[in-house]
T-cell receptor, first 114, second 114 residues
Framework: GNSVTQMEGPVTLSEEAFLTINCTYT??????LFWYVQYPGEGLQLLLK?????DKGSNKGFEATYRKETTSFHLEKGSVQVSDSAVYFC?????????????FGSGTQLTVLP | GAGVSQSPSNKVTEKGKDVELRCDPI?????LYWYRQSLGQGLEFLIY????????KSGLPSDRFSAERTGGSVSTLTIQRTQQEDSAVYLC????????????FGPGTRLTVL
């Protein structure tokens, strides 16, 4: 079945530091890949997505590239801000058959200190 | 435009009572999903509706859980005879039926079973 393995947290960085959160996946076929962000007390917000190999998703300074050869979708940001403090979830959706639900990683708590 | 809405935002109930949680998807979205987020289990898929097709109930944890979707729009998740282990945040998401399966989430309902 599908699975997502995400870098364990928590991660604490100083403002303007470089961020990488690793994500690898197991799936059949060519899944869509997503990063969602959850701010304290809120629901999940779509941060970025990529739907085919070598696609790069980007939003709000965050980027992730769909790497089929390494089955990875690592999240990066060059300079984090205090407002980026949240929990980040990597997820995939297999588009084969009827199973279109998202499979999530365990989440990575990011805290950015001023 | 309007996003996914859920009600109530918080629900406190006593063990053994039934509860109903409501989800209004984004207008025009044909697919609707329910997930559960709990500390011990992370984000789990519960049930998936696609148009007029029979729902995919493969994620429901027990027969105390059921859901319906009326008129291809609003959905209600019902939990009968609630147990303390049902305490969690219940998230609803909706999407178009397309090649990306990009899902947009509501704010969730926090259920506490005393």
């Amino acid at each position: 079945g599908n699975s997502v393995t995400q870098m364990e947290g928590p991660v604490t960085l100083s403002e303007e530091a470089f961020l990488t959160i690793n994500c690898t996946y197991t799936a059949t076929g060519y899944p869509s890949l997503f990063w969602y962000v959850q701010y304290p007390g809120e629901g999940l917000q779509l941060l970025l997505k990529a739907t085919k190999a070598d696609d790069k998703g980007s939003n709000k300074g965050f980027e992730a590239t769909y790497r089929k050869e390494t089955t990875s979708f690592h999240l990066e940001k060059g300079s984090v801000q205090v407002s980026d403090s949240a929990v980040y979830f990597c997820a995939l959706s297999s588009l084969s058959g009827s199973a279109r639900q998202l499979t999530f990683g365990s989440g990575t708590q990011l805290t950015v200190l001023p | 435009g309007a996003g996914v809405s859920q009600s109530p935002s918080n629900k406190v109930t006593e063990k053994g009572k039934d509860v109903e949680l409501r989800c209004d998807p984004i207008s025009g979205h044909t697919a609707l999903y329910w997930y559960r987020q709990s500390l011990g289990q992370g984000l789990e898929f519960l049930i998936y509706f696609q148009g007029n097709s029979a729902p995919d109930k493969s994620g429901l944890p027990s027969d105390r859980f059921s859901a319906e979707r009326t008129g291809g729009s609003v959905s209600t998740l019902t939990i009968q005879r609630t147990q303390q282990e049902d305490s969690a945040v219940y998230l609803c998401a909706s999407s178009f039926t397309d090649s990306t399966n990009t899902q947009y989430f509501g704010p969730g309902t926090r259920l506490t079973v005393l």
